[in-house]
């Protein structure tokens, strides 16, 4: 059994390769960001991160608010380049 996107149950039988593939692509990638989270030292990282790295966050999360709903590749490029450009006290 499977649950779409949707939240409809199917059948093995309708499930695809390629689907399955992305299922399994889409927890192996999840699994891998949710590693660094199992560093004994993560919780004190995060925690008490840095001032660097407080205003890099900070300039991260005001680029982002600038791009509105754009979610594409080169919209997530333009955030990073955006929030490095004002960290660095470029404009």
């Known amino acids: 059994m499977d649950v779409d996107g ?6 093995p039988s309708e499930v ?3 689907e ?3 299922q399994l692509d889409r927890a192996r990638r999840s699994a891998s960001a949710a590693e ?3 560093d004994p030292g993560a919780s004190a ?3 008490y991160p840095e001032a660097t790295e407080v205003e890099f966050s900070r300039a991260l999360v005001s680029a982002v608010g600038e791009t509105g709903i754009a979610r594409s590749p ?7 380049r955006s929030a490095a450009i004002k960290l660095r006290g470029y404009r």
């Open 45 to 47: 990282k995060l925690a």
């Open 36 to 38: 660094a989270l199992l």
């Open 74 to 80: 080169e919209a997530a490029a333009d955030v990073l």
């Open 6 to 11: 949707s939240g409809g149950i199917r059948e």
């Open 20 to 22: 399955v593939c992305e």
């Open 16 to 18: 695809t390769a390629a």
